[in-house]
C-alpha cells in the first residue's frame, strides 16, 4: 500500500528520445531522482503515449523518427499545458526563439549532466505549480535571497533593500515571476517596453547589466539572469552545475 502511495506522489515524466544509450541513462538516473519515466522512441509514440497517460513533464529529443519534436510540440501544446523541455544534440541547427515560440518552456543540449537536467525539469514544474494553484502571492515574489515587494515597489536581496527605476523593476519581477524559464528578448521588450516600442533594442541590455550589478555577487559571471546566447534571459533557481 505504501508502495502505491509513494508512486502517487512520483513525478511522471514522458522521456522522447530514440537513442539508447539516453534512453537507459534517463530511465535508471531520473527513477533515482524520483520520476516515473515513460519512453517514447519516436515522434508518433510520443503522442499516443501522452494521450494515454498523465504527465506532469515532458522530455523532448528533437530529432526523431516519425515526428519531428518541433511537431510533437505543437501538438501536446495544442490541448495541454503539460510543461515541455526540449533536448537538441550539440550543433543542430536549432531555432530557439521558434521552439520557445511554439510553447516548450526550457530547453537543454547534449550532451548534458543528469543534475541540470534535473534541476531545469523541477524548475518548470515548480513554476507551473505555482501559476496552478496562485501560491504566489500577488504582493511579494520570494526568489532565493531576493524578494520583491511588488505592491510596494520595493526589492530586497538578502534583506538590504536595492533601488529600483522603473523598468528596471518592471524586467526584474518578469525574470522572477518566470525562474527557470527562458524569456526572449521579443517577450522581455514587449512586456516591460510595449509592443509598440521602436526604440534601441540595447535598452534590454543596459537594464539587464544594471540589473546584475544590483543582484549579483559576481556581476561579471552572473548566477541568477544569465545569457541564453541568440536568444534572451533567464533567471536560475538554481546555479546551474559547474
Ligand atoms: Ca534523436
Given at each position: ?87 537538441s ?32 525539469m ?26 520583491m515587494d ?19 523593476f ?53 548566477a ?19
Amino acid at each position: 500500500m505504501s508502495k502505491k502511495r509513494e508512486s502517487d506522489q512520483r513525478i511522471r515524466v514522458l522521456v522522447v528520445e530514440d537513442e539508447e544509450s539516453f534512453i537507459d541513462a534517463l530511465t535508471i538516473g531520473l527513477d533515482r531522482e524520483g520520476f516515473d519515466v515513460a519512453i517514447a522512441r519516436d515522434g508518433q509514440e510520443a503522442l499516443t503515449l501522452f494521450a494515454q497517460g498523465r504527465f506532469d513533464v515532458v522530455l523532448l529529443d528533437l530529432m526523431l523518427p516519425k515526428l519531428s519534436g518541433l511537431d510533437v510540440c505543437r501538438s501536446i501544446r495544442a490541448d495541454s499545458d503539460v510543461p515541455i523541455i526540449i533536448v537538441s544534440a550539440k550543433g543542430e541547427e536549432v531555432d530557439m526563439v521558434l521552439m520557445l515560440e511554439i510553447g516548450a518552456d526550457d530547453y537543454v543540449t547534449k550532451p548534458y549532466r543528469l543534475r541540470e537536467l534535473v534541476a531545469r525539469m523541477r524548475a518548470v514544474l515548480r513554476r507551473r505549480e505555482s501559476l496552478d494553484h496562485g501560491h504566489e502571492d500577488e504582493e511579494q515574489i520570494q526568489r532565493g535571497t531576493i524578494r520583491m515587494d511588488v505592491d510596494a515597489r520595493r526589492c530586497f536581496v538578502d534583506g538590504d533593500e536595492i533601488k529600483l527605476r522603473k523598468k528596471e523593476f518592471a524586467l526584474l519581477r518578469l525574470l522572477l515571476e518566470n525562474p527557470g524559464r527562458v524569456l526572449t528578448r521579443e517577450v522581455l521588450i514587449d512586456r516591460v517596453w510595449g509592443s509598440d516600442y521602436v526604440g534601441d533594442t540595447k535598452t534590454l541590455d543596459v537594464h539587464i547589466k544594471r540589473l546584475r550589478s544590483l543582484i549579483e555577487k559576481d556581476p561579471k559571471a552572473p548566477a541568477h539572469i544569465t545569457t541564453v546566447r541568440g536568444v534572451g534571459y533567464r533567471f536560475e533557481l538554481t546555479k546551474p552545475s559547474v
